[in-house]
């Protein structure tokens, strides 16, 4: 999809669709006159993605104008107009529309309001269907046109930046969405490798002989039991002329190719949809090849742990004991708390290659979902300035994010009487012991982690999105890099 930016009046714009914000409480619509027949019917409410098409608007060239209901407009911000851009143009392309332009005039034609339009579109375009072979029904939008008649300067940048995190976004999805027999822990250094390339970043994968040799025996213990050789893959963006003493961002993301739970295992049902236990993972190859395009201040390394959690012969039974890089020895109590264990070692790493910030992504827990469900991430922080900063860009993301405590208390319930600490903490806040269970490995550096189980999957299409993988996470990150000041 061909994505344009365009400065002529509203009346010029050629396409078979121009798509127009319809507000609940705006009862002087600028097309009310035009329509005055579609109003007086009442067929117009407004309601968040209520669309109404009108064929051969009079004194239009696009052939059709759909009317987007916005909702309130006091509620309306760049997180809506995504969603709505989205909404619109998945609605238009199920009935074959090829070219679509969203007009954005007045108030709506910042750059924000750009770039979210430009994002909510290709996010709402991507469609996880690689795999079905009857492709007759498929049907493919030709060109995204952001119309904003006589808009400013900055508004090509912006349409860029939406159109490289959107793309980066969706392969995030496009990772998250592949099967475990199609991609292997091997198969997502090659993606890491190819995204690194692509943008001139160095990218260093640490087979399973380096991290022997480094000590990294708690990621090693999980990826013991898989025929599958694990990969810990690190992307580096440098920016040009970065002091080498300021802040360092290190982007850790879970990277499971496939969780059957180890010996620990998992019930059958269900089980399936653990080929998006490394979505943290690819979040991170997603973000940094964003912020390759986009270069920011800031330099940032990209950490993923892969291995694939196997039960079998040579597997890692419950009571083992490992020693992590970071000299510390854990009691493995449950098998399925996998994700903790290579993240203990990966931000241990982190720390090595001189990162001076931490946040990871990981779909950590089934227990965040019982918390804050399907809506928002949960974040957990040992630093209250770092986890603000996350917060924010979270927010102009538009991605959902909800911060859980770490009271000491917790840190109790990881006591082992055979190793510094055990792997699992019971049942009742059992995010918050997993993500205090990282936290001893992150130690004095400021660190965030971000429990995305409930929000990287969507278990049913939303009108902007289709059902599968979000590649939430990933503005969040780019964002946080983008926004870095020391
Ligand atoms: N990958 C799972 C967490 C998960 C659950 C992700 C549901 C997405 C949806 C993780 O490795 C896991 O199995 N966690 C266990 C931890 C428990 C054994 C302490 C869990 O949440 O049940
Ligand atoms: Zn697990
Ligand atoms: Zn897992």
Redesign the pocket.
């Known amino acids: 999809m061909e994505i344009h930016l365009e400065r002529k009046p509203a009346e010029s714009v050629e396409c078979d669709a121009l798509v127009a914000l319809a507000f609940e409480d705006q009862t002087d619509g600028r097309f009310q006159h035009l329509l005055s027949d579609v109003y007086g019917s009442g067929e117009i409410t407004g309601k968040t993605f209520e669309m109404t098409l009108v064929h051969n608007p009079a004194g239009f060239k696009a052939r059709r104008l759909l009317l987007a209901g916005a909702g309130k407009k006091e509620k309306f911000t760049s997180a809506e107009l995504r969603h709505l851009s989205g909404a619109a143009l998945r609605h238009l392309k199920s009935r074959s529309l090829k070219s679509i332009a969203l007009l954005l005039d007045s108030e709506y034609s910042q750059a924000d309001h750009v770039e979210a339009a430009v994002e909510g579109a290709l996010i709402g375009d991507f469609e996880p269907d690689r795999y079905k072979s009857d492709k007759k029904d498929v049907k493919v939008v030709d060109r995204f046109t952001v119309a904003v008649p006589g808009g400013g300067a900055g508004l090509d940048t912006a349409l860029e930046r939406g159109r490289i995190t959107a793309d980066a976004q969706n392969l995030t999805r496009e990772l998250a969405s592949e099967p475990a027999n199609l991609l292997t822990p091997s198969g997502m250094a090659e993606a890491a490798r190819q995204a690194a390339a692509a943008y001139g970043l160095e990218c260093d994968v640490l087979d399973q002989d380096r991290m022997k040799q480094l000590g990294m025996g708690s990621l090693l213990g999980v990826a013991q039991g898989s025929a599958e050789p694990p990969a810990l893959i690190v992307v580096s963006y440098r920016p040009a002329g970065a002091a080498a003493s300021g802040a360092h961002l290190g982007l850790v993301g879970k990277g499971?190719t496939f969780?059957t739970?180890?010996i620990s295992i998992?019930p059958a049902d269900g089980m399936e949809k653990?080929k998006y236990?490394m979505s943290g993972g690819a979040a991170v190859i997603g973000a940094i090849r964003a912020l390759a395009q986009l270069k920011p201040p800031i330099p940032v390394t990209a950490l993923i742990p892969a291995v694939e959690?196997m039960p079998g012969s040579r597997a890692q039974r419950p009571g083992d004991i490992v020693t992590s890089l970071s000299g510390k020895t854990i009691e493995v109590i449950n098998t399925?708390?996998?994700?903790r264990l290579i993240l203990a070692d990966a931000l241990t790493y982190a720390k090595r290659l001189g990162c001076t910030h931490l946040v990871d992504a990981a779909t950590l827990t089934g227990a965040v979902v019982v918390a804050l469900g399907h809506v928002n991430i949960g974040a957990f922080s040992n630093n209250d300035r770092l986890a603000e900063r996350v917060l924010d860009a979270a927010r102009e993301a538009g991605e959902k994010m909800w911060r859980l405590p770490l009271d000491d208390e917790y840190r109790e319930l990881l006591k082992s009487p055979f190793a510094d600490i055990a792997n699992v903490g019971g049942r009742p806040g059992g995010a918050i012991t997993a993500a205090w269970f990282l936290r001893e490995f992150a130690d004095e550096t400021p660190w965030v982690h971000l429990d995305i189980a409930g929000t990287a999957w969507l278990d049913d299409a939303k009108p902007y999105a289709s059902k599968g993988p979000s590649g939430v996470g990933v503005r969040t990150f780019v964002n946080l890099a983008m926004d870095w000041k020391d």
């Open positions: 499971v969780d739970g180890g998992k653990m236990d959690n399925d708390a996998e994700g």
